[in-house]
């Protein structure tokens, strides 16, 4: 708050009321800073929580299969992700109603192919988030794309209490994650996103985790974009099961890269 003091003695006496009582806050809000736990401290929580990385580091590929809705438009159908060390993802979604949806990361080049925008190569800072978000351990939140976390307030999100953390990656771009005081669980993130419409607010509320092969895994994430929610549910999740040739770029995407300068 900012405000103009005039110059009377009853202003002055104001202004200097206003100091002291800033002085005298001051050691509080250093122990309510204090207080907060360190990102390192909750990311190694939610780690340990999960049991990601002693799981991860066994395999090298993991395919998860469930379903895409959109409850609003009462449209569903089909999903399977595939995601491959060091960085390859795909994902397709097949909807009866629309067709084939389809995403993905070679490691070099991230693509998408949908029936209401065609196939497209994503560029500039959406190149720089699914180049980041497809390294192999990005989802405990640890890795070289990752510059800094820090801890910034205890909030509640998703109906629960939790601690949010600031994640800056090495693009410059910065999300906020949510960790469970409870369990010590990923229970929510939000931040920016570019998409072919601009930059968008995306939150993703995050649930339903199961133990698959002695990982805990989210099975239910909603993500909450321009008043719509989309929600992705898992319902098996298999180790060393992606095929090499489900990364490979579809005629369309091959065609746009040979056209590229």
Not at 156 to 185: H, I, Q
Not at 217 to 233: D, F, K, P, S, Y
Request: charged content about 20%; glycine content about 8%; overall charge positive.
């Amino acid at each position: 708050m900012l405000v103009s003091l005039r110059r009377s003695f009853n202003a002055r006496r104001l202004a200097a009321a206003a100091g002291l009582t800033m002085v005298a806050a001051a050691p509080a809000a250093a122990q309510g800073a204090a207080a907060l736990p360190p990102a390192k401290e909750l990311i190694a929580k939610f780690v340990a929580a999960t049991n990601a990385t002693a799981v991860m580091a066994k395999h090298q590929s993991v395919r998860t299969k469930g379903r895409f809705e959109l409850p609003a438009q009462g449209i569903s159908g089909d999903l399977e992700i595939s995601q491959a060390r060091p960085n390859k993802t795909m994902m397709r979604i097949n909807i009866s109603s629309l067709g084939q949806i389809e995403q993905g990361y070679d490691g070099t080049t991230a693509w998408s192919i949908n029936p209401m925008q065609g196939p497209r190569l994503m560029t500039g800072r959406e190149l720089d988030a699914v180049r980041e978000e497809s390294s192999f351990g990005t989802p405990s939140r640890q890795g070289p794309n990752v510059a800094s976390a820090e801890t910034v307030e205890k909030t509640e999100m998703n109906g629960e209490p939790c601690y949010k953390v600031k994640m800056v990656w090495k693009s410059g771009r910065e999300t906020f994650d949510c960790y469970s005081l409870a369990s010590g669980l990923l229970v929510a993130s939000t931040g920016k996103q570019e998409s072919p419409m601009g930059t968008i607010e995306v939150t993703n509320l995050i649930s339903d985790y199961k133990d698959f092969g002695g990982q805990k895994i989210a099975t239910r994430l909603t993500q909450q974009v321009m008043g719509n929610e989309q929600v992705l549910i898992l319902n098996t999740v298999d180790y060393d099961a992606a095929e090499p040739a489900s990364f490979e770029m579809p005629a369309a995407i091959k065609a746009l890269v040979e056209k590229k300068p």
